[in-house]
């Protein structure tokens, strides 16, 4: 109610082409005419405008967005071509001043986190402009949670005056002819999916984690036959069907584990000997620079289980240890918590699914593979027996988009391959049949993006190693 809406004068804008344009300004008794130079893309949008023949959902949030309750400031959402997330507040100081502030961001589990948000100050308007008058300064941190329709937001100010808080959020606009995938996004009907095997042949690995950011899936260590194991490091684009070699990791590994976080990836345990010799290392990696580092080590060394971003936390579990270790990149410190969960699971899978974490199939060393589910709650440290799957599988791929959860592929001993695939979205709605993998593998990468579900490499052979490098993509469109 103590918004003052004052028509101050007009703004006209001319493109002459995609990047460049100018504005025509006329406000506050002046007139300007002023450049303008394209600063930001829309993921999946190109210009000049172009068939959509990879839509990603995550670019169906771009938009404004703003609390009705409180109508006179919001949210201005742009998820931009490399993944990340632009977001412009517009709001007041306690002063009742406009106070607007910019941010950049990566998507953490099921948000969208802005560490920084700046604020600016200094500089006055129209022919009174000095960039070198912009003091730019960090107010804090905003974390978006995101339906298609509804959401939330989260802010924590450094300033006292300030505070923290949390806002409901519902959409004000959208961008023409994009997708868009979230808790009420209408969900994607995997039974009517199927599949289909990408033309480019990668890296001849299997026994490896995937993981996205941006527009990439990342893989890295394996096995390149029984007695050998790596120490590359690979991404793969979707959108142009091309594999890229990236900085080597540390040290050779198989059967690791690496889980994404706020844009950067975490790769952890694994042989130091093909199929023998378990590490409790801990490195990360960041695509902005290709630089490798070494963390805190892991309270417990590990393999051929998983790991999954969540929230705050990076969680490990699965492999050759009962428990479940969860590692804080903001202080570079692990918490250890013990399970009941009574099966082995060795060659199982981890996903973060519907706010907590799923330990899927599995084995014993040497022995037949299982269908059972444990699901861990990262709120009270304390797991439980999920809905067991309909095929014992283990060194199978698993993934979940927020609300589907699937698992493809894997193997069973005596030696056998699984081509068979399963999904559920809500725990008491049951596992669902959907095609099967084209190429049965073991021992691969996989993960979503946008609406489609990307198995990496993996083994044509039940146990043992023969790598074909193929990528295998399940889509609801061809």
């Known amino acids: 109610d103590h918004v003052v809406r004052t028509e101050v004068g007009t703004v006209t804008m001319q493109f002459s082409d995609c990047t460049n344009g100018s504005q025509e300004v006329s406000a506050f008794g002046q007139t300007l005419t002023l450049p303008l130079a394209r600063l930001t893309t829309t993921l999946t949008l190109d210009c000049p405008r172009q068939s959509l023949d990879f839509a990603d959902g995550r670019a169906g949030r771009s938009g404004s967005w703003f609390d009705p309750a409180r109508s006179g400031e919001g ?5 931009m071509a490399d993944g990340r997330a632009v977001v412009t507040w517009y709001t007041y100081d306690l002063s009742g001043r406009q106070q607007w502030m910019i941010g950049i961001g990566e998507q953490v589990g099921s948000q969208l986190v802005f560490p920084e948000l700046l604020a600016t100050r200094g500089a006055r308007f129209g022919r009174d402009f000095d ?3 912009v003091e730019r300064f960090v107010w804090g941190e905003l974390r978006l949670h995101l339906g298609c329709r509804t959401g939330r937001a989260h802010y924590r100010s450094l ?14 606009s959208s961008l023409e002819q994009l ?4 808790p009420d996004a209408p969900t994607t009907d995997f039974e009517q999916a199927d599949w289909s095997v990408a033309a480019a042949i990668g890296p001849g690995l299997s026994e490896l984690p995937a993981a996205q950011v941006g527009e990439w899936i990342y893989v890295g260590g394996g096995l390149t036959s029984l ?3 790596s120490r ?4 793969y ?12 990791l540390p040290g050779p590994r198989d059967h690791a584990m690496m889980a994404a976080h706020d844009g950067r990836l975490y790769f952890f345990g694994g042989n130091l000997l093909p199929l023998r010799n378990a590490s409790n290392t801990a490195w990360r990696y960041d695509p902005e620079t290709g630089i490798w580092t070494v963390l805190a080590a892991m309270p417990e060394t590990r393999s051929a289980g998983g790991a999954a971003s969540l929230g705050e936390h ?10 479940v270790v969860r590692y804080t990149p903001a202080s570079n410190q692990w918490t250890r918590f013990p399970i009941t969960d009574p099966w082995p699971r060795d060659h199982a899978s981890v996903v973060a699914h519907r706010g907590e974490i799923w330990l899927l199939g599995g084995r014993d060393p040497g022995s037949d593979a299982h269908p059972a589910v444990a699901i861990f709650n990262p709120d009270t440290g304390l797991d439980r027996p999920g809905p067991a799957m309909a095929t014992g599988r283990s060194g199978f791929t698993a993934a979940s988009d927020g609300e589907t959860l699937i698992v493809a592929g894997g193997e069973s001993l005596p030696a056998r391959m699984i081509s068979s695939v399963e999904a559920m979205r809500a725990e008491a709605d049951g596992w669902r049949e959907l095609a099967p993998l084209p190429i049965p593998v073991h021992g691969a990468g996989g993960a979503f993006l946008g609406e489609r579900l990307y198995l990496l490499l993996g083994s044509i052979q039940a146990g043992g190693i023969t790598n074909p490098g193929r990528v295998q993509v399940l889509s609801t469109t061809p």
């Open 179 to 182: 997708p868009c995938t979230g």
């Open 227 to 229: 007695s050998s194991n």
């Open 232 to 235: 590359a490091f690979w991404r």
């Open 75 to 79: 949210f201005s959402l742009q998820v």
């Open 314 to 323: 990076i969680y490990v579990a699965g492999g050759d240890r009962a428990s």
């Open 159 to 172: 300033l006292p005056e300030f505070g923290e808080g949390e806002i409901s959020l519902t959409r004000l």
């Open 237 to 248: 684009r979707p959108a142009s069907d091309e594999w890229q070699r990236l900085p080597d």
């Open 131 to 133: 960039p070198d008058q």
